[in-house]
């Protein structure tokens, strides 16, 4: 059965220092989402790609905070620098095409920052 | 923002006894899909119910849609220890450029 990937699964960084998620979505789904998901709440969406566009990044901290998926496939989300209050997991979904489909979710990575 | 509201927000039961969650929202919606989430699986998809559906069947799942009320209900038969988890409903409201609209969710436990 296709999944989504992730990695890192776990990450531990100290505040200001730069992380980096990686996402592999499901082949053959054209949008891509990366969520955070802080303890005890639902997803919160930070970005949205169809193939290689954002559709969406209005929930982006774009002070901090940078998504790319160069060539409409694997995507790359980033931290830098990161803060105490960034501390979540973070989600990747894909899905074939928009939000009328379901979405499948990759296991996260969640993040810890001291 | 958060379209979504489930309640109750935890529910405890036996095993073998009937669940039922609820989620109520706020604007029109194309539709409305509820998910699991577990520590072993991560977010898995259950059921999408669009907003021209009143009631959808997935196995030991019942969901129903209530647009009037801008609610909806999802219920699990006969529960099992594996149903334990936290459950979402999520939103792709009409007014939000169809962003998928995430609420608080439930959490489920079954007791042996």
């Known amino acids: 059965e296709a999944e989504v990937a992730q990695s890192p699964r776990y990450k531990i960084t100290e505040k200001s220092q730069a992380v980096a998620f990686w996402c592999d979505p499901i082949?053959?789904?054209?949008?891509l989402y990366w969520y955070r998901q802080i303890l005890g709440q639902g997803p919160e969406l930070l970005v949205q790609f169809q193939d290689e566009s954002v559709v969406d990044d209005s929930q982006l901290p774009k002070d901090r905070f940078s998504a790319e998926r160069l060539k409409g496939v694997d995507s790359t989300l980033k931290i830098q620098p990161a803060e105490l209050g960034d501390s979540a997991m973070y989600l990747c979904a894909s899905s074939l095409a928009g939000n009328r489909n379901e979405q499948f979710f990759g296991p996260g990575t969640r993040l810890t920052v001291l | 923002s958060q379209q979504g509201e489930e309640d109750p927000q935890a529910l405890s039961i036996q095993e073998g006894e009937n669940a039922t969650m609820n989620c109520s929202y706020k604007?029109?919606?194309?539709?409305l899909q509820w998910y699991r989430q577990n520590s072993g699986r991560g977010l898995v998809h259950l059921i999408l119910?669009?907003?021209n559906e009143r009631e959808k069947h997935s196995g030991r799942l019942r969901v129903t849609l209530d647009t009037s009320k801008k609610s909806s209900s999802l219920l699990i038969t006969a529960s099992r220890a594996a149903d334990t988890a936290s459950y979402f409903c999520a939103t792709d409201a009409m007014d939000s450029n169809y962003q998928l609209i995430w609420g608080a969710g439930t959490k489920l436990i079954i007791k042996p």
């Open positions: 119910i669009r907003s």
């Open positions: 604007t029109s919606i194309n539709n």
């Open positions: 082949s053959g789904h054209a949008t």
